[in-house]
């Protein structure tokens, strides 16, 4: 099997688990992750964020983007010929569906990615090395590659981390993965 086969019957059966989940489990869940994410150092020493507009199923990140607008800058991914541009937010108000429908910011401030200190990831699955599956159309990866000073960490639910993602050399992994159970640092 190849390793886009493994990834796509990995993504197959995560997008299953993860899809099932109520959505009062999800908001549940995303709660615990949140006060987990706010311990974690690599975060709360962080001035600029970029985090991510949750989508479907995926980690509620609209409380832990209100809580972080009012210590830090905190910007929104919007989609910009295929390219991911870190761009200023003030609240969540004036978010429009973006690409495949993911609430992105009008225009508005774009910020250099070398000032950018934390980057919060969105994933279908990671693993205990840091290893990331995404969509797999790999603007995560592109993106993260030039973010290098970036702290990068991967939001979560427990049943999303898997023992080993199949990875090829340009998959960008994480420095951390945090769940509603655990912070894993993946650096060692």
Known sequence: MS????????????????????????????????????VLDGYVKSRIVLFYASHKNEVETDGMILEALLSRKVLLPRMEGGQIIPTLIMDLDNLIPGHGGIREP????????????????????????????????????????????????????????????????????????VTEKRIVDCRK
Not at 9 to 29: A, C, V
């Open 3 to 38: 390793i886009q086969e493994q990834k796509a019957k990995i993504r197959g059966e995560i997008l299953e688990k993860r899809d099932s989940l109520p959505s009062e489990q999800i908001t549940e869940l995303s709660e615990r992750l949140q006060k987990n994410l706010s």
């Open 106 to 177: 009008l225009s508005a401030p774009s910020v250099k990615i070398s000032n950018i200190d934390c980057v919060i990831v969105p994933g279908i699955a990671f693993d205990g090395a840091g290893h990331r599956l995404g969509t797999g159309k790999g603007f995560y990866d592109v993106f993260l590659k030039k973010a290098t000073h970036a702290v990068k960490i991967g939001l979560a639910f427990e049943c999303q981390v898997v023992d080993a993602i199949p990875h090829e050399e340009h998959d960008v992994r994480m420095d951390f993965v």
